[in-house]
């Protein structure tokens, strides 16, 4: 007996929307054996890293300040990776973007005005663009390797902050901590609701997504990024330049990570310090996979991954796992969902050695 | 098991009820086949008539859903192509199966014993090429071939297997007459060696002059068996499309007005290493005249569509105008908007996008040149799906694009019906120029009538064509004049009732006649 995988007449769309759920139940089934190896309740640590965040108020504000740089991100991603431009450095521009837009508040303090937080935002797009568009040069010009040159060009951008704030922007007053001055109550993101911390950055996620939704089913834009995504000869002979949509992809996405970071910094930080990131830009290319390089499917994504987050502080106190977990949960949701979506395009065949003993087994269901 | 249990006990292969389900379509419905030793047999049908299905189980690809292949007098069941290989059968797929990225040898070798060293391959198979006329490089790279090159990697690598059975789909499609004529050669002494062929083809003259025997194949069941060389044209396309299959229907002096084309002392430098350079190309079409343009695979065929489409624009905006207007140097787009329209050669990756919707499809080429209809207005460019829905049903009704569902994914379609559906999104906009590469590569005996028939009426109507093909019966039925590309070179180009075939081969092989620039510049 053999498995084999036979294609699909066409996309299974019951397949497209039970493969991220079916991925869901794997990781939760294979977590529980981990956390059963490790010697603890898998149905106690499971409720504690899923359930428990969601019980609280206070967590729900949590869930969504994670939320909204993972789906920001993840939506400016879903761009890229339909146009396949593979831009992995996303954590970089984000870090980019912070330090761009961290510059009134760190610069001019003095500065105070209803204009300045408008101008950071934008100042920290601007920033993760750019930053995102030196592969975007390097590919046009050289046809060099987008993947390998965002991924190194994170280690820079992150180094590039720990000098300043170990360096030129570091807080004289500050005790000689490795941290900037704190940003001016005009240089804050300002918070949603009464009862919690969430800030407008999740608004600006959700407002993306349904933007960048709309210009993939709707918008010529959207349309020239699925023909060159598909096949770049297609999209010369539709007159679509494959060029500029290398800098349009990286820009966009390099924009949106950008925003994401001078967010998290005006409005959960609060200033700049050597790490400002649990690895959200990282994070964020599950999540663009997990709700499949769909801006509205990113949403639901995004906040699964955030939970993740959550969980894994979660279940440090409560049953002494290492956050590493987090991680792990992580790594194990990407590798079940990418498996998963072969559902979509393939259905599985049990094959016995003799062949016309499958043939008669297969026949009914025919 | 004895081997007396087929009602075909003397033959080499025999098939009995062999069924392929594809969900509930079946692709090959309860097949009977068999094949002799030492024969010839004919395998005929449309495109979708199951043929590629029947062969592909043949040979391992597929698994049936029902039936037995016997082979040599016993029941087998061929698992993979390594197991169809090793009975005895060899095989030459329509759509090559190689690996770009690896040499013509390294592709060999992949389908043979490994411990056969490389050095030794690269030699058997430049020699068996040289011995069956189809010459190969065995160190260049698949990347850099003409489909035609690719074809013959495809015919000496089932050759050198030497195997008991061979299956050709299609072979001939990009050879020269001289070179075909050279194939048949080939499978004559392979069947004069006791070893038989299973031969595709949608051309029927060829089948009656080479085959013993044919099966015919329509909605993927048997039609008929027959001696093809007792048989008319007529008949056997008959038993293939279930319908008489008219000629096209063409005026005999069609009247021309005034030029739509004029190309002059094109050169286009080689853009890879590997591509054919243009050298000084001239060509002029008039309105209501069909040029085509014959020629072997690679020869520049490509490269001149890229130029005239402005896929790749070229440096001197003078070397082409379409409608009096130079362009060399605008793109394609640019070139719609002036009235033209492209057809390129590859339907999946190029002229479509396969895992698109057929609407979308038609939004690929015109997204620019119906902007108006398709788009709504200002920067934004909403796309009107409704609209562009609707083109959609009217091209394929005018086409007889047959397909499942209304607006189903072009990759879904069988190349004919997905060729119409292209060929007529040009047409559906009256180009005043269309330029067409292949027109009717792979595609059934029906189909092909109705692509041919609808360049010529374009023509009759006062729009300029060119049609770059390498089937000549195709050029003869629908040219005006006829011009041969080879080596990057245009022939001057020739009334195509004063073309003889013998001419035109000659022409297709490289050998150009001294005179033909100072002739071609009088006759214009």
């Keep these: ?366 | 098991m004895t081997d007396a249990q087929g009602p075909q006990a003397g033959s080499l292969l025999s098939v009995e009820g062999l069924t392929k389900l594809f969900g509930s379509f079946a692709a090959c419905n309860a097949i009977d086949l068999s094949v002799a030793p030492g024969e010839i047999h004919a395998l005929l049908g449309e495109n979708g008539a199951g043929k590629s299905t029947l062969v592909k189980m043949l040979f391992g690809v597929l698994q049936p859903s029902a039936g037995e292949i016997v082979w040599m007098g016993k029941p087998v069941t061929v698992t993979s192509p390594g197991e169809a290989r090793r009975l005895g059968i060899g095989m030459v797929f329509q759509h090559f199966s190689l690996f770009e990225a690896l040499t013509v040898a390294e592709n060999i070798a992949l389908s043979l014993d490994p411990k056969i060293p490389l050095a030794k391959i690269a030699d058997e198979a430049a020699t068996l090429s040289r011995a069956y006329g189809l010459p190969l490089d065995p160190n260049s790279h698949v990347a850099d071939l003409s489909v035609g090159e690719r074809q013959r990697i495809e015919i000496v690598r089932a050759l050198l297997q030497n195997p008991k059975l061979i299956i050709l789909d299609e072979p001939t499609s990009v050879l020269t007459p001289q070179e075909a004529d050279k194939l048949f050669e080939t499978l004559f002494k392979l069947k004069a060696e006791g070893r038989s062929v299973l031969y595709i083809s949608h051309r029927l003259e060829e089948v009656q002059r080479i085959c013993d025997r044919a099966t015919v194949l329509r909605h993927g069941k048997v039609t008929g068996a027959c001696d093809p060389r007792t048989e008319t044209p007529a008949s056997l396309a008959r038993m293939m499309v279930g319908s008489d299959v008219a000629s096209v229907e063409r005026e005999a002096e069609p009247s021309l007005g005034e030029v739509l084309v004029d190309v002059k002392a094109l050169s286009v430098a080689a853009r890879t290493p590997f591509a054919v350079p243009l050298s000084n190309l001239d060509l002029q079409v008039r309105a209501g005249e069909v040029l085509a343009i014959a020629g072997v695979a690679g020869n520049g065929q490509g490269e001149l569509f890229d130029a005239i489409s402005g896929e790749y624009p070229v440096t001197d905006d003078q070397s082409i105008r379409l409608r009096g207007r130079p362009v060399g140097r605008m793109g394609i787009n640019g070139r719609r908007l002036l009235g033209a329209g492209f057809v390129p050669e590859e339907r999946h990756g190029h002229a479509a996008v396969s895992d698109m919707s057929l609407s979308d499809n038609l939004l690929l080429s015109r997204n620019q040149s119906d902007r108006k209809a398709f788009l709504t207005g200002g920067m934004s460019g909403v796309i009107r799906h409704g609209v562009i829905r609707q083109a959609t049903q009217r091209i394929c009704a005018a086409m007889d694009v047959r397909k499942s569902g209304e607006d189903p994914a072009a990759g879904s379609l069988s190349g004919g019906n997905l060729q119409k559906f292209i060929i007529g999104r040009e047409l559906d906009r009256q180009p005043s120029v269309l330029v067409v590469n292949q027109p009717t590569w792979g595609v059934d005996a029906g189909a092909a009538r109705r692509i041919r028939q609808a360049l010529i009426d374009l023509a009759r109507a006062g729009s300029a064509v060119i049609v770059i093909s390498q089937d000549l019966d195709e050029i003869f039925e629908v040219a005006t004049n006829i011009a041969v590309i080879s080596e990057g070179r245009l022939s001057r180009p020739y009334p195509a009732g004063e073309l003889s075939l013998e001419k035109i081969g000659l022409l297709m092989g490289g050998v150009h006649d001294s005179s033909s620039h100072a002739e071609g510049a009088h006759a214009h």
Excluded at chain 1, 3 to 10: D, K, P
Excluded at chain 1, 60 to 69: F, G, Q
Excluded at chain 1, 193 to 213: K, N, P
């Design chain 1, 1 to 366: 007996m053999r498995i084999e995988l036979e294609r699909r007449a066409s996309a299974s769309s019951l397949f497209a929307l039970v493969s991220p759920i079916l991925a869901l139940v794997l990781t939760l089934l294979a977590g529980a054996i981990m956390f059963l190896m490790l010697g603890k309740d898998p149905g106690h640590a499971l409720y504690s890293f899923f359930i428990e965040p969601l019980l609280e108020v206070w967590s729900l504000h949590e869930l969504a300040i994670k939320a909204a740089p993972l789906i920001l991100i993840a939506v400016g991603l879903s761009v890229c990776y339909r146009s396949n431009n593979w831009n992995i450095g996303a954590e970089g521009q984000f870090t980019m973007g912070a330090i761009c837009g961290s510059m009134l508040p760190i610069l001019v303090p003095q500065w105070q005005s209803p204009l300045v937080l408008p101008l950071m935002l934008v100042m920290g797009a601007i920033g993760g663009a750019l930053f995102a568009g030196i592969p975007a040069l390097l590919k046009t010009r050289f046809n060099t390797n987008e993947i390998l040159v965002s991924l190194m060009l994170v280690y820079i951008a992150q180094l590039f902050l720990d000098w300043l704030v170990r360096g030129p922007w570091r807080d004289p007053k500050g005790f000689n901590f490795p941290q900037s001055v704190s940003f001016s109550a005009d240089a804050v993101l300002p918070e949603l609701l009464e009862s919690g911390r969430a800030h407008w950055a999740i608004v600006f996620a959700l407002v993306a997504a349904v933007a960048v939704w709309f210009m993939m089913r709707y918008m010529l834009k959207g349309f020239q990024v699925t023909v060159l995504g598909s096949s770049e000869r297609a999209g010369r002979f539709a007159g679509f330049s494959s060029r500029r949509m290398v800098w349009f992809s990286l820009m966009l996405s390099g924009a949106c990570a950008g925003l994401a970071g001078i967010s998290e910094v005006s409005g959960s930080i609060g200033h700049l310090q050597p790490s400002i990131s649990p690895g959200y830009g990282f994070t964020a290319i599950i999540v663009a996979f997990l709700g499949r390089l769909n801006p509205l499917g990113i949403i639901a994504s995004g906040f699964v991954l955030a939970l993740t987050y959550l969980g894994g502080e979660a279940a440090q106190l409560s049953i002494g796992v290492s956050d590493k977990v987090t991680r792990v949960f992580q790594g194990l949701l990407l590798f079940f969902v990418l498996s998963c979506d072969t559902l979509i395009l393939y259905r599985i065949r049990l094959i016995f050695s003799d062949g016309r003993a499958s043939a008669e087994a297969r026949s009914p269901h025919a």
